[in-house]
């Protein structure tokens, strides 16, 4: 097990640094910051790592702010912007994102020993990205780094381009593939479902009026079903459960939404997704190494031209 495990870091090297050779428009290495800020890595674990003991569920809100972050406007840290228009306030992060105090206190503390170096975008990509994965039990990888945080917002684009957990699964292929990442991405990347909470208004359609048919929805245990009919009732949507009832805090290849269940049941799922959902719960090796893959490529969606900047505050432009 324990040379398996070897044997896939190096793999996760290779993957990176073949990745970061393609096509991006400012190179992007796993060394960017050896030279000018080489205590990077170490402050970025501590300050994951303390968020997570705190609350261990830390973990997945990071990753889903690096996921909501590259999906609009490439991976800039433009989600990090404060302001009444910025990606903060668009309906999919609403009650929902969270993470943010978390990357503030890691960007103060880079600032005070290499000030304006390293862009708030990076830092997403490190403490979500990687340490968040990782101490959750998932894979490792070398992340690659050299972005440039976004100057601008993108409220309207967070509404409309991001993948919500109910729509079918033919239209979030579609959104996948307008950022450049295909089926197999999205399965796997779903995989971060492993973690984490989800509010009862992201899944309160499988709980009544179904369908014409069906009150609850037939692919939900009974069991959990009438748990979380009970949480939800009454409530405003914003009561939390978590996703993978069996391993809340664990990431592995099991995962409540419908999206998650409408890749291996729905219409399109078994037209699409279906095999690749049984082939990653069938091998967790595999998950692991196409997981890292995607990541990969969805990071490797980054802002490097001259239109960019180092913040010096996350929340605002410089």
């Not at 340490?131 to 780094?145: A, F, H, M």
């Not at 014409?212 to 914003?238: E, H, I, K, Y």
């Not at 069938?282 to 031209?305: A, C, E, H, R």
Request: hydrophobic share 40%; with cysteine; aromatic share 8%.
């Amino acid at each position: 097990m324990e040379h398996a495990y070897s044997r896939l870091l190096l793999v996760f090297s290779v993957l990176a640094l073949s990745l970061g050779n393609q096509g991006v428009r400012c190179q992007l290495t796993s060394d960017y910051y050896d030279e000018t800020c080489p205590h990077l890595y170490t402050i970025v674990q501590q300050h994951v790592f303390a968020a997570m003991r705190a609350e261990m569920r830390m973990g997945a809100s990071l990753l889903r702010l690096h996921f909501h972050d590259c999906f609009v406007n490439e991976c800039d840290g433009s989600i990090l912007l404060d302001g009444s228009d910025g990606e903060k306030f668009a309906q999919p992060h609403l009650n929902s994102v969270r993470g943010y105090e978390v990357i503030d206190a890691i960007k103060a503390d880079i600032e005070s020993v290499c000030p304006e170096v390293v862009s708030c975008a990076d830092i997403v990509a490190l403490a979500a990205g990687l340490w968040s994965t990782l101490l959750s039990g998932g894979p490792y990888w070398d992340v690659l780094l050299g972005r440039k945080d976004g100057l601008v917002a993108n409220q309207s684009g967070a509404d409309n381009g991001l993948p919500a957990p109910f729509e079918p699964i033919d239209l979030i292929i579609l959104k996948f593939n307008a950022v450049g990442l295909n089926t197999t991405d999205v399965v796997v990347l779903s995989g971060a479902h492993t973690i984490g909470r989800a509010r009862c208004a992201l899944f309160s359609n499988r709980l009544s009026n179904f369908s014409a048919t069906n009150s609850v929805d037939p692919t939900l245990d009974a069991s959990l079903a009438d748990s979380l009919q009970s949480l939800c009732a009454g409530g405003d949507g914003n009561q939390t459960t978590a996703l993978d009832v069996s391993s809340a805090d664990m990431f592995d290849n099991k995962g409540l939404l419908s999206s998650d269940q409408g890749l291996f049941s729905s219409p399109e799922g078994i037209a699409n997704t279906m095999d690749l959902v049984q082939t990653y719960s069938d091998d967790g090796y595999q998950f692991f190494y196409d997981f890292v893959w995607s990541m990969i490529k969805m990071g490797n969606i980054p802002l490097t031209g001259p239109e960019g900047e180092i913040r010096k505050n996350c929340r605002v432009v410089n």
